[in-house]
């Protein structure tokens, strides 16, 4: 049975949310910050990850782990991010501490 997921893969490095009751937690790797994605926008994820599914759930998060087998299987140096307010964003974690590692790509894709 596969579960429902709040978001979606698109090509090879784009997360589309989809689901506005739940935040996605992007997590790329252990040593990159974290990024709650949110109906708003993006935003940084400073609280403790959750320790399971049910706890994530309880709190309205969805994890998504980048390198994991059912998202894209390996780390990313970039990454686009569609959020539910009408904006794709540009995360390039070579950019991580300037203001260029988060950035509006587009303007209203749908």
Known sequence: MSQERAFL????????????KLDLVV??????????????????????LPKNRRD?????????????AEVFGEEKQLLFIQSLDGREYKVDYSKIGTKLFV????DAYM
Do not use: C, W
């Open 9 to 20: 893969k698109s090509g090879r490095n784009t997360i589309i949310h989809k689901d506005k």
């Open 56 to 68: 994530a759930k309880d709190r309205y998060l969805e994890m998504v782990y980048i390198s994991s």
């Open 27 to 48: 997590v790329n790797s252990d040593i990159h910050p974290r990024i709650k994605v949110t109906q708003n926008g993006l935003e940084p994820f400073k609280e403790e």
């Open 103 to 106: 950035r509006i790509h587009q």
